[in-house]
Nanobody
């Protein structure tokens, strides 16, 4: 089970830190991703981490502003979001059990490559 938290409403330029707590499964070797979905738009991959090695990948739209990280001792995934823009407004989901070892990289931002999903947390930037 994946449970997200940390969403909320912020002004443009602000920051938020999302958390995703995993229970019932150890994701220490899993490919994990943060996705987002805005109303009327497709779900898009934002940031990826290979929990077994720490390799990270980012969508171009968030590169340099968002940072994905993990704490394997707490079985928790994080997304630090800085310099937020109105276009970052969306429901944010964490996902796990993605492509083995997060390979190929091109597959890691595709929603259908992940088997486990959280319920989402809303981020609104005005």
């Amino acid at each position: 089970q994946l449970v997200e938290s940390g969403g909320g409403s912020v002004q443009a330029g602000g920051s938020l830190r999302l958390s995703c707590a995993a229970s019932g499964y150890t994701y220490s070797r899993s490919c994990m991703d943060w996705f987002r979905q805005a109303p009327g738009k497709e779900r898009e991959g934002v940031a990826v981490i290979y929990a077994g090695g720490g390799n990270t990948y980012y969508a171009d739209s968030v590169k340099g502003r968002f940072t994905i990280s993990q704490d394997n001792t707490k079985n928790t995934l994080y997304l630090q979001m800085n310099s937020l823009k109105p276009e970052d407004t969306a429901m944010y989901y964490c996902a796990a059990d993605g492509p083995p070892r997060c390979r190929p990289v091109v597959a890691t931002l595709l929603p259908n490559e992940y088997n486990d999903w959280g319920q989402g947390t809303q981020v609104t930037v005005s």
